[in-house]
């Protein structure tokens, strides 16, 4: 029986000529692994820039005192999992129902406190700005800024942090997030979902809220100048409701169209699909329309990627990427190496192979594949290669 296996660089090959075509309509989806790839640390002791949900949970849990501490560890004990997210969810819905009755030995008013603690202290560690040196995120924008494109790029993101938008700003890039003003920016659904801003302005929808998200007298969100001003406007995992009302509702609305257009390309990094919510949105879009496809580039192996892996094997349209082998058109298998497809290949596969293993479910290394595949950066293949590729 003849072993079914993938050949990275023929996939590698389309995925390239794809991201650097000006008429593909194509969409990023962060995740919270993209700033945990960035090492601020030394090569000894590595240091993430911002660290990932587990160490989140941890620096949240070292920072509560006394009561909130113990209603933080009975919930953790309570949901089998100590995720700041979830708990942070739990604790939002305790707030809100149990009025003067103690539940692990606080009330209603003590639970909407220790929200506030957690929220605070998630900001803290969240408000970090981008490394002077170089840099992902910098990278990114110049893979968008690269290309003369006929359509925006959408960028989605989980993340809360302000990394995207420093990163446009120092390269003075045009961005739009659906909020409109200076001051106290309002949001405005309706420029969403027309989406007529010109195509060099990159679209930036946070599907998780920001830091510099506030709430104001009316209850209304609008964005303030800088961290420092806002409450983070944060939906709860058990979130369903939450993400019904504006902002939110937008954001995951744009998400779905974007991924209804036809000949739509979402790449994902950093993302692992263990949100259920985004998840069942990317498989249910993708269902519905099969010319829009998903390249999710994971940074494990398969047998870690699960969440991923198993949609891969439901929808043909959504491509997973690890390590050490890939899910495509259904199709799980591992990687195995064959002729370059160019004459000049051979340094473009040292971009995402290495040691023989695929990297680039490594935000760093995908964000400078990505910056070396336009604008003039990239290796240059001859006419022949050229003509071959197209």
């Not at 370059?340 to 023989?356: G, M, T």
């Amino acid at each position: 029986m003849v072993e079914t296996v993938h050949n990275p660089d023929q996939y590698m090959y389309d995925f390239r000529h794809l991201i650097t075509h000006s008429r593909k309509k194509i969409g990023i989806l962060i995740g919270a692994g993209a700033p945990v790839s960035i090492n601020v640390g030394s090569d000894e002791n590595r240091k993430p820039l911002i660290p990932d949900i587990k160490g989140l949970t941890e620096i949240v849990e070292s920072k509560l005192k006394a009561e909130n501490k113990m209603a933080f560890d009975a919930l953790a004990a309570e949901l089998g999992d100590k995720n700041i997210e979830l708990i942070l969810s739990r604790v939002r819905a305790l707030a809100g129902v149990i009025g003067t009755t103690k539940i692990h030995g606080l009330d209603g008013p003590g639970y909407e406190d220790l929200s506030i603690n957690i929220c605070q202290v998630i900001k803290d560690v969240v408000s970090k700005g981008l490394p002077e040196k170089e840099n992902p995120y910098s990278h990114l924008i110049s893979w968008v800024n690269g290309i003369n494109r006929d359509y925006a790029v959408e960028l989605f993101t989980t993340n809360y942090d302000l990394l995207l938008e420093e990163a446009m700003e120092r390269s003075r890039t045009p961005y739009f997030d659906g909020f409109t003003g200076a001051k106290s920016a309002f949001f405005d659904p309706s420029t969403i979902s027309s989406n007529d801003l010109p195509s060099r302005w990159i679209r930036l929808w946070k599907l998780h809220g920001s830091i510099n998200w506030s709430r104001n007298v009316k209850g209304e969100v609008i964005r303030l100048q800088g961290q420092e001003d806002g409450s983070m406007v944060y939906p709860s995992h058990i979130k369903y409701d939450q993400t019904q009302a504006a902002p939110f509702s937008s954001m995951f609305d744009r998400l779905k169209c974007f991924l209804l257009e036809p000949d739509s390309l979402l790449i994902t990094t950093g993302f692992s699909f263990a949100d259920a919510h985004i998840t069942a949105k990317l498989d249910e879009c993708l269902s519905e329309n099969p010319s829009s496809a998903v390249v999710a580039l994971q940074f494990q192996s398969l047998a870690n990627e699960s969440s991923a892996v198993e949609v891969g094997l439901r929808r043909p349209n959504l491509s997973v990427y690890c390590r050490d082998g890939a899910v495509i058109n259904g199709v799980k298998a591992k990687w195995k190496i064959g002729e370059l497809p160019s004459k000049n290949w051979s340094v473009i596969r040292d971009e995402y192979w290495s040691k023989s293993e695929f990297i680039l479910g490594d935000y760093v290394s995908l964000a400078r594949f990505l910056a070396g595949s336009g604008g003039g950066k990239s290796v240059s293949l001859s006419q022949e290669d050229e003509s071959n590729e197209l």
